[in-house]
């Protein structure tokens, strides 16, 4: 099966206009990598490529640091909701097994 990814996860934006876009500097936003917050692909020449959604984040990053937030608790909260993400797609599928199993209809 073939997943099309939507734009906004196309990592096609480069580094220096993901920080015109933000406000942060480049150096920031490496802080951010390092500290396991934003994950940017590669290109070919080792440049950073970054999705919408990753500016989207940062900018998430950047108010929650004006906030005083801690990046260590920025990154338990973000592995916190991926923890529950992954809990609930497992819940969906099993739904959709037993229903499946016992020609149960979901109810709209």
């Not at 939507?6 to 936003?29: F, P």
């Not at 005083?68 to 809990?87: A, P």
């Amino acid at each position: 099966m073939h997943h099309e990814t939507s734009y906004k996860e196309r990592k096609v934006i480069t580094i220096g206009v993901v920080s015109e876009l933000t406000g942060l500097s480049e150096r920031q936003i490496r802080y951010y990598e390092e500290r396991k917050l934003i994950f940017p692909e590669r290109s070919p020449k080792g440049n950073r490529k970054y999705s919408f959604l990753d500016v989207e984040h940062l900018m998430d990053i950047a108010n929650k640091r004006e906030e005083g937030v801690q990046t260590f608790e920025i990154r338990q909260e973000m592995l916190r909701r991926k923890r529950k993400q992954e809990r609930n797609g497992r819940k969906e599928l099993l739904r959709g097994e037993i229903n499946a199993r016992f020609g149960i209809q979901q109810s709209e």
